[in-house]
């Protein structure tokens, strides 16, 4: 197999990288980049654990190809916060009102979040679960996280 050469913008540095033409994104995350903040869970698309922002927009990078997102922004959890190592609102939010358990699921959630807020910067509970609808948690049942997204949304807004 041939390695391509792709040029990735991830969390704000200029990254340049040879990748097997069939590696997916996730892998080559986490694997070429060492950023093993975006974990991998079904494999398939479902779960959204390998959830990372392509431009601003959440997508699964389990089901993306490595050279597909050439010349584009990635922003994984590791690039929420801010560079001083300041959580973001998002984060301080999880972390404020147990929306994680095992951690596992947190990373994609975070960033599909952090999406959501964006576009709806006051979500209802029916407009925050059909948000976070493609992340899947085995472990909280999902009213901390449902709380966690009302107050990030609280502190976007004290904030701004």
């Known amino acids: 197999m041939t390695d391509i050469a792709i040029t990735l913008t991830v969390n704000g540095v200029v990254r340049r990288v040879e990748t097997p033409g069939r590696r997916l994104l996730s892998d080559c995350l986490r694997h070429d980049l060492g950023l093993t ?4 869970g079904c494999e398939h698309g479902v779960c959204g654990c390998c959830t990372v922002l392509l431009d601003g927009e959440p997508v699964r990078s389990c089901l993306m190809l490595a050279a597909t997102a050439d010349g584009h922004e990635i922003t994984t959890v590791e690039g929420l ?3 001083d190592g300041t959580l973001s609102p998002v984060q301080r939010a999880f972390a404020e009102c147990h929306g994680l358990q095992c951690g596992f699921c947190t990373p994609g ?3 599909t979040v ?3 807020l964006r576009d709806n910067p006051a979500p ?3 407009e925050v679960l059909e948000g976070v609808s493609g992340n899947l948690c085995r472990c909280t049942g999902y009213q901390n996280i449902v709380k ?3 107050r990030a949304a609280e502190i976007i807004a004290e904030e701004s």
Do not use: K
């Open 37 to 40: 903040g975006t974990h991998v």
């Open 81 to 83: 916060a801010a560079p």
């Open 109 to 111: 959630f975070l960033c």
């Open 114 to 116: 952090t999406a959501l």
């Open 124 to 126: 209802t509970d029916e």
């Open 148 to 150: 966690s997204v009302h």
